[in-house]
């Protein structure tokens, strides 16, 4: 029987893609480098990626990947003149001011609130994090949030969960249930640690090699249909 609720928050719950669009189209305009085109942010986001992979494998510390994503982006695009971390920071400060939830993700929430324990876990930038978490009221829904840059360690690590569990309510493992749309750092971390991991994958992508999916879902509120299967 499923207890406590694992959430991830970015693309899972909130509308990561909207959020950086913006951002990245204010710091365009901040910094006076012309037009932002739907293209060049595709084209930054696969850098983005690349760096937060790096950062799950270990490779890279946080302060790389947020200052390096953008040395290697602005050198691409030839706006070697352009300090990165003053982008950084103004792009960081401006990803807070769109925050939509995907679906009916806020409703979902809400509904589970009275019934499990729910806590977000991430591996975003404490102060963005912070802000979105208060902006979209889900730190009023949730019963706390673990953010990597407070843990000191990033998802998927055994570091990163082992911390988690020390500060939720003592449940089996397996009464655990961890909910989100990356293999590489929702799927790994429960697999690592033996919780019932939930995929979740609105653009039906196939399942690589070496990750257990207890379930799949392609809409947030299908959460219901596993968790009542889970207690049944």
Avoid at 150 to 164: C, I, L, Q, R, T
């Amino acid at each position: 029987m499923i207890k406590i609720i694992l959430w991830d928050i970015d693309a899972t719950l909130l509308d990561f893609l909207k959020s950086e669009n913006m951002a990245l189209k204010k710091a365009f305009a901040r910094f006076d480098l012309g037009e932002c085109t739907d293209s060049t942010v595709a084209e930054y986001s696969a850098i983005n990626q690349s760096y937060w992979n790096r950062l799950e494998t270990g490779e890279l510390t946080k302060e790389q990947v947020l200052i390096g994503r953008f040395e290697e982006f602005l050198n691409v695009k030839g706006f070697c003149d352009v300090d990165a971390n003053e982008f950084c920071e103004f792009y960081e400060s401006s990803l807070p001011d769109r925050v939509e939830f995907i679906g009916n993700a806020e409703e979902t929430i809400k509904a589970l609130s009275n019934s499990y324990y729910q806590y977000a876990v991430t591996n975003g930038a404490k102060n963005v994090q912070t802000k979105k978490l208060a902006v979209s009221g889900i730190d009023g829904i949730f019963n706390g949030a673990f953010i990597s840059d407070d843990v000191g360690y990033a998802k998927p690590s055994k570091e990163f969960f082992n911390f988690v569990l020390q500060n939720i309510p003592k449940v089996s493992d397996d009464e655990i249930l961890i909910v989100g749309d990356s293999l590489t750092s929702d799927i790994k971390g429960g697999n690592n640690m033996g919780f019932k991991t939930c995929w979740f994958n609105p653009h039906n992508l196939p399942l690589s090699n070496g990750y257990s999916v207890d379930y799949q879902i392609d809409n947030i509120d299908s959460i219901f249909d596993v968790l009542k299967q889970e207690n049944s």
